[in-house]
C-alpha cells in the first residue's frame, strides 16, 4: 500500500483480544503450534523462543509448558507489562537491530525466532529479518505466519485488507526476497486461520535442514494460477461486484418493507467490508458480544450504533449481515431464539448464504 498509518500509532495503544475471541479455536491452535514446531524440528528444552508480536504471550506460555526459555517483544507497552507479569517476560517496544542485540547478550541467541500475523504489518521487511536473521543461533529457525496471498483472492478474503496490512504474501516471492538477505525458506504449511494461511519456516542460506518438498508445490501452484499476471485478479473484483450487488438489494428491499437491516461484528474488517458491500447506510445498526467495542463505528458518512445482541430481540431486524462470518457458527449457536423468531442471518464471504437455524 502506499500509505499508511505509523506503525507507533497503531501498535502503541493495541488491545488484545477478548476471551471469547481467544476461545474461538486460537488457543487450540497455538497449543498445536508450539507442539508442531517442537516435535518436528527436534526443539531441545531450555533452547531460547522469541516470538515478534507476542501479544499477552498466550502462545509462547505453551513453549514454556514444553520447557522453553521464552521472551516476547511487543510495542504494546501495557500489554507487554501484563504479559511479564503474567510469567511470560516481554520487553516492550519494536523489534529491531538494537533490540535484536540486548536479546543476544542477555538471552544468548534464539533457536526459534515467531512472528505471527505482523509481517504484513510492517512497511520495510528488511531491517526486520536481518535483525531476526542475526538474532538466531546458526542452526535457528524462522517461523511464521501470515495470510496466504492466494486465499485471499480465490477464497475472497475480502475483510483482510485493512490499514494494517501493507503486503499479502505468496511462496515464490517470499523465497526470493529471503535468498536475498542470506536466508532460506524451508518449508510451508497451508493453515486454517483467517480464513486461509501459510505458517513459513526459514533457516539462514545452506542450513541444514533440506527444503520440504511443500515449498516447490507451492510455487508450482502459484505458477499455475498465474498470481504473477494481473489478469488472475479480475475475476476476484467481480465475484465481489455481485456480492455487494445482491447485499444491496437485500438491505433496499428490506427498508421498502419498512425493516431494519443489522449487522454482527465489529473490527476492523468490518470498517472494509461495510463501504465495499455499499453497505455504510444500510446497516441501521451492528451488534457485537464484546461490550468494549465502543456505541458507534463512525467511518467517511457514516455513523452505526452498537448496540448489545440483544438488540436482535428487540428490533428484530428482517436479517443480520454477520461480518465476523469466519464465526458464524459459534455466534448462531448463541441465537436459537432469533431464528425461531423468524430471523435470518446473511454469511457474506466467501459467497453470500443464508442461515436459519442455530445448528
Known amino acids: 500500500m502506499p500509505a499508511f498509518a505509523r506503525a507507533s500509532h497503531i501498535a502503541r495503544q493495541f488491545q488484545w483480544p477478548s476471551d471469547d475471541e481467544l ?25 531460547l523462543v522469541v516470538e515478534l508480536g507476542s ?12 520447557g522453553m526459555r521464552v521472551l516476547g517483544v511487543d510495542p504494546a507497552v501495557d500489554i507487554a507489562r501484563r504479559a511479564t507479569e503474567a510469567g511470560i517476560e516481554t520487553i516492550g517496544d519494536f523489534f529491531t537491530d538494537a533490540i ?19 509481517i504484513a504489518n510492517v512497511d520495510n521487511l528488511d531491517p526486520l529479518v536481518i535483525g531476526v536473521r542475526d538474532v538466531l543461533a546458526p542452526d535457528g529457525l524462522f517461523v511464521f505466519e501470515t495470510q496466504y496471498g492466494v486465499d485471499v483472492t480465490e477464497k475472497n478474503l475480502l475483510d483482510t485488507v485493512y ?30 486461520t483467517k480464513g486461509g494461511s501459510i505458517r513459513v519456516t526459514v533457516q539462514r542460506a545452506g542450513g541444514a535442514k533440506k527444503p520440504s518438498a511443500e515449498v516447490a508445490r507451492f510455487i508450482a501452484e502459484e505458477d499455475r494460477l ?41 473490527s476492523v474488517g468490518t470498517t472494509t467490508l461495510l463501504p465495499q458491500f455499499g453497505l455504510e447506510n444500510k ?7 464484546d461490550p468494549k467495542k465502543g456505541n458507534v463505528m463512525a467511518g467517511p458518512g457514516y455513523d452505526i ?11 428484530k431486524p428482517a436479517f443480520v449481515v454477520v461480518f465476523a462470518w469466519r464465526y458464524v457458527d459459534p455466534i448462531r449457536a448463541k441465537h436459537a ?21 442455530a445448528d
Open 23 to 47: 476461545s474461538l479455536g486460537l488457543r487450540e491452535h497455538f497449543a498445536g503450534y508450539a507442539n508442531d514446531v517442537v516435535s518436528r524440528f527436534g526443539i531441545a528444552p531450555g533452547s
Open 100 to 118: 535484536g542485540h540486548r536479546i543476544l547478550q542477555s538471552h544468548g541467541a534464539a533457536s526459534v525466532v515467531i512472528a505471527n500475523n505482523m
Open 305 to 315: 450504533p452498537i448496540l448489545p445482541p440483544a438488540a436482535l430481540y428487540e428490533r
Open 163 to 192: 490499514h494494517e496490512h501493507l503486503s499479502y504474501f505468496n511462496i515464490k516471492p517470499l523465497t526470493r526476497f529471503f535468498a536475498r538477505l542470506g536466508m532460506e525458506v524451508i518449508d510451508v504449511q497451508h493453515i486454517w
Open 283 to 289: 446497516i441501521d445498526f451492528l451488534v457485537d458480544d
Open 226 to 266: 498465474g498470481v504473477d499476471q494481473p489478469a488472475y485478479y479480475a475475476p476476484y473484483v467481480k465475484r465481489i461486484a455481485a456480492i455487494r450487488d445482491e447485499l444491496v438489494a437485500m438491505a433496499d428491499a428490506a427498508h421498502a418493507r419498512g425493516q431494519l437491516v443489522a449487522g454482527y461484528g465489529v
Open 337 to 357: 431464539r432469533y431464528f425461531a423468531e423468524g430471523g435470518k442471518f446473511v454469511v457474506p464471504l466467501p459467497g453470500i448464504s443464508m442461515v436459519d437455524r
Open 55 to 66: 501479544n499477552d504471550g498466550s502462545l509462547l506460555g505453551f513453549f514454556k509448558e514444553r
